[in-house]
């Protein structure tokens, strides 16, 4: 439960938050007709005569927009409903020639499911928590207006026309913006891994729709609720949250009411502004679209998207903590992006095989090389790294050099660093430049020789019981060799040694 609390002069207020995300299907062309989908081109240049509303067009469904859908459903353990209708949204506005929307009210593709938010103290979300999704719709997007192109005059793209979206809805669960910021990130994780959208949310393709209210602590009744549209990153989403439960608290304590409406961000001013009153279904005249036969999905066809999935965030990450002991941290962290997740799958299967070890001997050593060493010296190379060098191959023959023994943490710092800015090979970066240890047994045993006789009070004293000479000796050792001396072969022959 979460225990974000709003102060306010009467008493403590808790907020209830509902999300819908808009996420644009991944496809090479639109939902009813052919154009093209990249993101990016010069306005109206990807505009067929169905996204035109020309008359006499006919919508064909885009399969592979289905398939997406279906597959994001599964994904997210939600019932598929086999039969599914289009509907059309009757409203009339500039960057809609057909003067309604082709949308999913009654039927819609996918039925109930959920997904989880992991537990995140730090963030205000103390334990695991389970989010409630409704539905998801398949419908088309609308173009867009663009109002700074002409002084007296609105231009109109409608380069989106016609792009599939899904609309994910929530249920209101969430009862903190910690809790949406989470949802939206989980959300935008699995789309991904699915690849059902990209989840670039700056491009638009994908942005949510916040729903909130708020009510007295203690009360089981929902207050009413505003939508505030189009918020396209997770801190707007939750900027969004903290802005308008201040609002509304302020204006029901000040005798006011809240009105159910649709509002605006404006992030400069980081507050919310009126944008037109909040309609319901039956203002928009739904009803069948007579264009379009109901959708009727067969066995075959969901067993192919069930088949098609990936391996998912949760699964993944469980997988990394039980077969690759990983600690809860860096599986967290290493499963939340697919880019993440694909790079580090790839070093530690190439390093494996370079070593001939299995996977969860080394998955640590790889880990923290991929999510702190390795990110790290790029930083402070700053603009001499040339990421086209920093290839698996290159970073799992210095682990595996360092695995084996061959050079120190430290070394393969070094190597990576002359590698990011030359592309040179490790190896030979190894051999040519010094960077080797020394695990040559008769040559580090002369040294400690030197340094035990050198020492012998310390040597008496470390007999006696105090252990934490050994320290000291290795210390000395390793300053003799210039630090090129194997640790583990100085740390063996000082103990024989010593006794």
């Given amino acids: 439960m979460s225990n974000y609390r709003i102060q306010g002069a009467t008493g403590e207020w808790e907020v209830v938050i509902g999300l819908e995300v808009h996420a644009q299907i991944t496809s090479a062309s639109k939902l009813f007709s052919g154009a093209d989908t990249t993101f990016g081109a010069e306005p109206n240049t990807q505009v067929s005569l169905i996204d035109a509303a020309m008359p006499g067009m006919l919508p064909v469904p885009n399969a592979e927009c289905i398939r997406q859908a279906v597959r994001t459903g599964m994904a997210i353990e939600a019932e598929i409903n086999t039969y599914s209708r289009f509907d059309r949204k009757n409203y009339f506005y500039a960057d809609l020639p057909q003067g309604y929307q082709i949308s999913q009210l009654y039927h819609p ?21 389970i989010i409630g999704i409704e539905r998801i719709h398949v419908e088309q997007d609308a173009g867009k207006l663009m109002h700074d192109q002409h002084p007296t005059m609105s231009y109109v793209d409608l380069n989106r026309c016609g792009v599939a979206l899904m609309e994910i809805v929530s249920k209101p669960d969430m009862t903190s913006p910690a809790e949406a910021g989470a949802y939206v990130r989980k959300l935008r994780s699995i789309l991904r891994y699915v690849g059902s959208c990209d989840g670039n949310m700056e491009q638009g393709s994908m942005r949510a729709d916040v729903n909130v209210s ?11 609720r505003t939508e505030t549209k189009n918020v396209n990153s997770v801190r707007f989403v939750m900027a969004v949250i903290e802005s308008e439960v201040r609002r509304q608290v302020d204006l029901i304590e000040d005798g006011g ?12 001013k980081n507050e919310t502004r009126s944008m037109r009153s909040k309609e319901d279904a039956h203002d928009y005249r739904y009803f069948p679209d007579p264009d379009l036969l109901p959708v009727n999905l067969e066995d075959s066809f969901l067993a192919e998207c069930r088949a098609s999935l990936p391996e998912l965030p949760d699964a993944k990450r469980t997988r990394y903590i039980e077969e690759l002991g990983l600690s809860e941290y860096n599986a967290a962290v290493l499963t ?20 001939g070890k299995p996977e969860s001997e080394i998955a640590t050593t790889v880990a923290n090389w991929s999510m702190s060493t390795a990110p790290g010296v790029v930083k402070s190379l700053g603009d001499e790294a040339n990421l086209e060098y920093a290839t698996a191959e290159a970073q799992a023959a210095i ?11 430290s070394q393969a710092k070094e190597i990576y660093e002359i590698v990011l800015k030359t592309g040179r ?7 040519t430049e010094g960077l080797k240890q020394l695990s040559d047994t008769g040559a580090i045993e002369t040294e400690i020789d030197k340094i035990l006789e050198a020492n012998q009070d310390k040597v008496e004293q470390y007999k006696a019981g105090k252990d934490k000479l050994f320290g000291f000796f290795v210390g000395q050792t390793m300053k003799a060799m210039q630090g090129k001396a194997n640790p583990q072969v100085v740390n063996e022959l000082l103990k024989g040694k010593l006794g």
């Fill in 336 to 355: 939340v992006e697919v880019e993440t997740f694909a790079r580090f799958e790839t070093l530690l299967g190439i390093t494996a095989k370079h070593l």
């Fill in 399 to 409: 682990l595996g050099m360092q695995g084996a023994g061959d050079i120190s943490g």
């Fill in 214 to 224: 708020v009510r007295k602590v203690g009360s089981t009744e929902l207050g009413t």
């Fill in 425 to 431: 090979e490790p190896a030979e970066i190894a051999e």
């Fill in 109 to 129: 593709i996918v039925g109930e499911g959920q997904l989880l938010i992991e537990k995140d103290e730090k963030a205000g979300i103390p334990e695991d928590k």
């Fill in 257 to 268: 009411e809240v009105v159910q409406e649709t509002r605006l961000y404006d992030p400069d």
